[in-house]
């Protein structure tokens, strides 16, 4: 239970743009086998999900692929068509362990959007955080009289994916469980896959693994 928000109860995670072909002189290996928008990003936002409301116990979805070619929009392979071999638009429903449903959209097919990249929504409360992607920006509170922006408390403002490995390198040297474990890792992989696979099915599936929800940063230290 969170002091600010009451109780978790649900959350919304999206990551929607138009494809990185837009942008990437040789962007094929997004759409082939292993690729797509939610392997791609999805290590992201589901660490970032697990962080805040923990392991996820089963998945459904809905896939689609609205384009099966793609054109490479910059460098020197502009117009260059080539096939989307993988879903390029991927929507779930994560049941947590503990009982918490999160709500997830990883698109290569959204031209533009206002969404907000995760919102977390308690029983008091709701919190809108930044692209875990960005490993930075505002975290925001809304209990019912406006949103406001939260005092920094925790992490590394500004540090970036570096720090990953400083606190690699202190969790080796102190014994403590590295807050980026394998475990965590094989658990954000293990729903992806369970979650694609259950909506080629039609069908909710139990994600077999599970992992321990990383112990808090204090600020400035690993």
Not at 56 to 65: L, R
Not at 102 to 118: K, N
Not at 192 to 204: F, I, K, N, P, S
Not at 205 to 221: F, I, K, N, Y
Request: hydrophobic share 40%; glycine share 12%.
């Amino acid at each position: 239970e969170d002091g600010r928000i009451g109780t978790p109860v649900a959350a919304t995670a999206f990551m929607t743009t138009a494809g990185h072909e837009a942008w990437h002189p040789d962007p094929e290996f997004y759409y082939r086998p292993g690729g797509g928008p939610l392997l791609d990003m999805g290590p992201y936002y589901l660490s970032a999900l697990v962080h805040l409301l923990g392991p996820v116990a089963k998945v459904t979805g809905a896939v689609s692929t609205p384009r099966a070619e793609r054109v490479i929009g910059s460098g020197p392979r502009a117009g260059t068509r080539f096939p989307a071999e993988v879903d390029t638009h991927v929507t779930g429903v994560l049941h947590h362990a503990s009982g918490a449903l999160s709500t997830l959209v990883m698109s290569f097919d959204i031209p533009a959007a206002r969404l907000p990249r995760i919102e977390v929504y308690g029983t008091e409360g709701s919190l809108s955080v930044p692209d875990p992607n960005g490993f930075d920006g505002p975290v925001e509170l809304n209990r019912g009289e406006g949103w406001e922006e939260l005092p920094v408390s925790a992490g590394f403002p500004g540090a970036g994916r570096g720090v990953g490995l400083a606190d690699l390198a202190d969790s080796l040297r102190t014994g403590r469980t590295h807050r980026a474990s394998a475990d965590l890792a094989h658990h954000v992989l293990d729903t992806m896959l369970t979650l694609l696979d259950a909506a080629h099915e039609g069908v909710t599936r139990d994600v077999a693994s599970t992992c321990e929800v990383p112990t808090l940063v204090t600020t400035g230290r690993v």
